[in-house]
């Protein structure tokens, strides 16, 4: 194409970017529509693509295409295979994207929603995007180390088991919310209830016929599953209208949290091939397809947002979360703007699979690109509801009142207009009792999906979608729990290992059992809190989640900005080292105030303190004084927990600044361990697939 | 038209490990194929086998 023509065409791109994003900043009518948010987004996107990350991968990484990467020199047909850009892209994506992209900005949205957005475009295109590539980049050069094993063979063995114990805790953490999310979406709903139930058994059945009726034969295995859930949907809505079935599925939240415990339990001890392999097959397809169903909704809808740009909760009385706008929403909102998670996928998995440096930019800055824009749509899901109606599903009974009646006036008392009929109208119409008190962020976003879905393809089966998009994030809120758990198993049995090296075998069923269980109990506990609790749970863990995995994000950016220093690329350095101050600078104040904070919704002393107080002078109601010292002990361990992650971020954070100082004083350091330069046998014409 | 299915549906194979015994097959042949001491090829459930538990080692999943 002609210069002029190309350098037109990028001009109209900046232009309509800058109006876009105008229009969403400004605007303070009654409501805006959507494909601004669209506009947006895209326009970031391609300007951040084309523009930053080619430099990135140009200037400062110094890509090389001639170079063979690890799958190639390593080939070996089964974890080292060359691979097509777009096929690592897709695996690389359904990675990275679960359920956290779209539970965070349905939170955030509380402030409005636009804070919320401007931190996903902003904080994925100079942030997350910015340390999927160059982990991924670092790790190709390094044959397809992780992150932790980066971090020890550069920075220091301190780098190293921080990162270790980061991603573990972060793990425990991370499937406790996930669990309160899934039980909140599942309580006193038999429909949501039976149709996750559902998704159990089929899961197993695909997993026999992948290993045992057709071996190997994952497509049509996963066809015939995808069906399966769909029935499963349907059939939910049978039982919800039969008077013998329904009460069987019909059960509070501590019986359900029961439920989960013991079925992470069983999952995570059960052979991978019965349960966790199939299930990840059934939820990257159902993932995949909604994401991109989802997009087109809306470009056809084209809906409105009702939200206001800013509400008043941004000075911290919030109710879904306590907390001001700064740091909380930089926190709230992890995956979809930047997430410490992906550099574990990003070093290991996916480097394995990388036939040539060149793909890095579309794989490592893309695919989080495409997360971003999940999360986008999230905010778009969470937004188009009548704000009054969004606030009822999501604040908590501890914050509204526990009678539907109170909820509403409390609500109305901010200003957001929503009645009782309406609520119950709403809840009818998705196939619920009630949608008072949903907290969690999935019940909002799916009657958000639901009602965009209904608009677009038919209204009359709102309850089916509704249901459906309950289903699509049970299911892979699902598939992290069973994964993470092994997970968290198989990094407790490496730790014990080293001081009893039986337990350190993983085929070992004892081993198995006791580690398992003590994973379980790990995230079972904090699950259990999180359903006692009467403010939802959701208060509490979810910051605790955003804080632990903003720490592993700023420990990869050391890592990263380690490298680049001793790569002799100083100068360059503030690509990661920025977003590292930032992270570092959002995380602290965070963490500061939730511990040290004297509102009582935001710091973990001060609650403690209070229910103390209250306990001692016997102001509680006898249900709530029962389940106090629990909640009193629990609010004081995440308070040393905050200031655990906070001390192990600063001692990174020290350690590079350490390994930085020595070089720039020319004082001996640990060598780059990058491999050496091998050229690539793969020649220029040679079909990738 | 057609050549653009095909090429769509080899991508979705390759995505979802469909083909990835034939991938196996196909590494074997080239790498092994003369040599005398080469392990023995694995039958499709053998390989479906160790390919989804050593595919389960490590963090596969992300939030």
């Given at each position: 194409?002609?210069?002029?023509?190309?350098?037109?065409?990028?001009?109209?791109?900046?232009?309509?970017?800058?109006?876009?994003?105008?229009a969403?900043?400004?605007?303070?009518?009654?409501?805006?529509?959507?494909?601004?948010?669209?506009?947006?987004?895209?326009?970031?996107?391609?300007?951040?693509?084309?523009?930053y990350?080619?430099?990135?991968?140009?200037?400062?990484?110094?890509?090389?295409?001639?170079?063979?990467?690890?799958?190639?020199?390593?080939?070996?047909?089964?974890?080292?295979?060359?691979?097509n850009?777009?096929?690592?892209?897709?695996?690389?994506?359904?990675?990275?994207?679960?359920?956290?992209?779209?539970?965070?900005?349905?939170?955030?949205?509380?402030?409005?929603?636009?804070?919320?957005?401007?931190?996903?475009?902003?904080?994925a295109?100079?942030?997350?995007?910015?340390?999927?590539m160059?982990?991924?980049?670092?790790?190709?050069?390094?044959?397809?180390?992780?992150?932790?094993q980066m971090?020890?063979?550069?920075?220091?063995?301190?780098?190293?088991?921080?990162a270790?114990?980061?991603?573990?805790?972060?793990?425990?953490?991370?499937?406790?919310?996930?669990?309160?999310?899934?039980?909140n979406?599942?309580?006193?709903s038999?429909?949501?209830?039976?149709t996750?139930?559902?998704?159990?058994?089929?899961a197993?059945?695909?997993?026999?016929?992948?290993?045992?009726?057709?071996?190997?034969?994952?497509?049509?295995?996963?066809?015939?599953?995808?069906?399966l859930?769909?029935?499963?949907?349907?059939?939910?809505?049978?039982?919800?209208h039969?008077?013998?079935?329904?009460?069987?599925?019909?059960?509070?939240?501590l019986?359900?949290?029961?439920?989960?415990?013991?079925y992470?339990?069983?999952?995570?001890?059960?052979?991978?091939?019965l349960?966790?392999?199939?299930?990840?097959?059934?939820?990257?397809?159902?993932?995949l397809?909604?994401?991109?169903l989802?997009?087109?909704?809306?470009?056809?809808?084209?809906?409105?947002?009702?939200?206001?740009?800013?509400?008043?909760?941004?000075?911290?009385?919030?109710?879904?979360?306590?907390?001001?706008?700064?740091?909380?929403?930089?926190?709230?909102?992890?995956?979809g703007?930047?997430?410490?998670?992906?550099?574990?996928?990003?070093?290991?998995?996916?480097?394995?699979?990388?036939?040539?440096?060149?793909?890095i930019?579309?794989?490592?800055?893309?695919?989080?690109?495409?997360?971003?824009?999940?999360?986008?749509?999230?905010?778009?899901?969470?937004?188009?509801?009548?704000?009054?109606?969004f606030?009822?599903?999501?604040?908590?009974?501890?914050?509204?009142?526990?009678?539907?009646?109170d909820?509403i006036?409390?609500?109305?008392?901010?200003?957001?207009?929503?009645?009782?009929?309406?609520?119950?109208?709403?809840?009818?119409?998705m196939?619920e009792?009630?949608?008072?008190?949903?907290?969690?962020?999935?019940?909002s976003?799916?009657?958000g999906?639901?009602?965009?879905?209904?608009?677009?393809?038919?209204?009359?089966?709102?309850?089916?979608?509704?249901?459906?998009?309950?289903?699509?994030?049970?299911?892979?809120?699902?598939?992290?729990?069973?994964?993470?758990?092994?997970?968290?198993r198989?990094?407790?049995?490496?730790?014990?290992?080293n001081?009893?090296?039986?337990?350190?075998?993983?085929?070992?069923?004892?081993?198995?059992?006791?580690?398992?269980?003590?994973?379980?109990a790990?995230?079972?506990?904090?699950?259990?809190i999180?359903?006692?609790?009467?403010?939802?749970g959701?208060?509490?863990?979810?910051?605790?989640?955003?804080?632990?995995?903003?720490?592993?994000?700023?420990i990869?950016?050391?890592?990263?900005?380690?490298?680049?220093?001793?790569?002799?690329?100083?100068?360059?350095?503030?690509i990661?080292?920025?977003?590292?101050?930032w992270?570092?600078?959002?995380?602290?104040?965070?963490?500061?105030?939730?511990?040290?904070?004297d509102?009582?919704?935001?710091?973990?002393?001060?609650?403690?303190?209070?229910l103390?107080?209250?306990?001692?002078?016997?102001?509680?109601?006898?249900?709530?004084?029962?389940v106090?010292?629990?909640?009193?002990?629990?609010?004081?361990?995440?308070?040393?927990?905050?200031?655990?992650?906070?001390?192990?971020?600063?001692?990174?954070?020290?350690?590079?600044?350490?390994?930085?100082?020595?070089?720039l004083?020319?004082?001996?350091?640990?060598?780059?361990?990058?491999?050496?330069?091998?050229?690539?046998?793969?020649?220029?014409?040679?079909?990738?697939? | 038209m057609?050549?653009?299915?095909?090429?769509?549906?080899?991508?979705?194979?390759r995505?979802?490990?469909?083909?990835?015994?034939?991938?196996?097959?196909?590494?074997?042949?080239?790498?092994?194929d003369?040599?005398?001491?080469?392990?023995?090829?694995?039958?499709?459930?053998?390989?479906?086998?160790?390919?989804?538990?050593?595919?389960?080692?490590?963090?596969?999943?992300?939030?």
């Amino acid at each position: 194409m002609h210069k002029n023509i190309r350098t037109i065409i990028w001009l109209c791109v900046v232009t309509l970017g800058i109006a876009a994003i105008c229009a969403i900043a400004l605007n303070r009518g009654e409501s805006i529509s959507a494909l601004w948010f669209i506009a947006a987004a895209a326009c970031v996107y391609a300007i951040a693509y084309r523009f930053y990350a080619a430099w990135i991968a140009a200037t400062v990484l110094t890509i090389d295409e001639t170079r063979a990467t690890p799958a190639e020199r390593l080939e070996n047909g089964r974890d080292f295979i060359p691979t097509n850009k777009w096929v690592v892209f897709g695996h690389h994506f359904a990675a990275i994207a679960g359920p956290g992209p779209l539970i965070g900005p349905t939170l955030a949205a509380q402030f409005g929603y636009l804070p919320g957005t401007l931190w996903i475009l902003i904080g994925a295109v100079l942030g997350g995007a910015v340390q999927d590539m160059v982990t991924l980049f670092f790790s190709t050069r390094r044959d397809a180390r992780s992150l932790g094993q980066m971090a020890h063979d550069e920075i220091g063995p301190i780098g190293g088991a921080a990162a270790l114990i980061g991603t573990f805790l972060i793990m425990i953490i991370l499937i406790a919310v996930l669990g309160l999310v899934v039980v909140n979406a599942m309580k006193h709903s038999p429909w949501a209830t039976s149709t996750v139930a559902a998704t159990i058994p089929i899961a197993m059945l695909v997993g026999f016929y992948m290993r045992n009726f057709r071996p190997g034969r994952v497509l049509e295995a996963s066809i015939l599953g995808v069906i399966l859930l769909l029935l499963a949907v349907v059939g939910g809505g049978w039982i919800n209208h039969n008077e013998n079935l329904r009460g069987l599925f019909d059960h509070d939240g501590l019986s359900l949290a029961w439920a989960i415990i013991a079925y992470g339990f069983a999952a995570a001890v059960m052979p991978v091939w019965l349960l966790l392999a199939p299930r990840d097959y059934l939820s990257t397809f159902v993932k995949l397809g909604t994401v991109t169903l989802l997009a087109v909704a809306i470009l056809i809808l084209q809906p409105h947002i009702h939200m206001p740009a800013l509400t008043q909760f941004t000075d911290g009385t919030g109710p879904i979360f306590g907390g001001k706008l700064f740091p909380f929403v930089f926190i709230t909102i992890a995956c979809g703007a930047i997430s410490g998670f992906h550099a574990l996928i990003a070093s290991g998995t996916t480097p394995k699979l990388l036939a040539n440096e060149r793909d890095i930019r579309m794989i490592g800055y893309g695919a989080m690109l495409l997360e971003s824009f999940v999360a986008i749509m999230a905010m778009i899901a969470a937004t188009v509801l009548e704000p009054g109606v969004f606030f009822a599903i999501n604040s908590p009974a501890g914050v509204v009142g526990k009678d539907a009646i109170d909820a509403i006036n409390k609500i109305n008392s901010w200003g957001f207009a929503v009645t009782l009929e309406q609520m119950n109208q709403l809840a009818k119409d998705m196939g619920e009792n009630s949608l008072f008190a949903r907290t969690g962020g999935a019940p909002s976003l799916a009657v958000g999906m639901a009602s965009i879905f209904g608009n677009a393809f038919g209204k009359s089966m709102l309850a089916l979608w509704y249901h459906f998009a309950i289903m699509f994030e049970a299911i892979f809120i699902l598939t992290t729990l069973d994964a993470g758990t092994r997970v968290g198993r198989f990094m407790l049995q490496d730790m014990l290992g080293n001081i009893w090296p039986k337990i350190g075998r993983t085929s070992w069923m004892p081993s198995v059992i006791f580690t398992s269980g003590l994973v379980v109990a790990g995230w079972g506990y904090f699950l259990y809190i999180g359903v006692i609790d009467p403010n939802g749970g959701v208060n509490i863990l979810w910051p605790l989640f955003g804080i632990a995995n903003q720490m592993l994000a700023a420990i990869a950016l050391c890592v990263a900005t380690g490298i680049l220093v001793k790569s002799g690329k100083l100068k360059y350095a503030w690509i990661t080292g920025l977003p590292l101050a930032w992270l570092v600078i959002v995380t602290s104040t965070a963490a500061w105030q939730k511990i040290f904070s004297d509102d009582v919704r935001v710091g973990f002393f001060a609650a403690a303190n209070d229910l103390t107080t209250k306990l001692a002078i016997g102001s509680l109601p006898p249900e709530k004084a029962a389940v106090a010292p629990h909640l009193i002990f629990n609010q004081q361990l995440d308070a040393y927990l905050t200031m655990f992650f906070v001390v192990v971020l600063w001692i990174v954070i020290f350690d590079t600044a350490r390994v930085t100082l020595r070089y720039l004083t020319g004082k001996p350091l640990l060598p780059l361990t990058e491999v050496a330069h091998e050229p690539s046998r793969l020649v220029e014409d040679w079909v990738r697939d | 038209m057609l050549k653009r299915i095909k090429h769509l549906w080899h991508i979705l194979r390759r995505l979802t490990g469909d083909d990835a015994y034939e991938i196996y097959l196909k590494h074997n042949m080239e790498f092994h194929d003369s040599n005398s001491d080469a392990p023995k090829v694995l039958s499709r459930k053998e390989f479906f086998k160790l390919w989804q538990d050593s595919k389960w080692k490590g963090i596969k999943r992300c939030c």
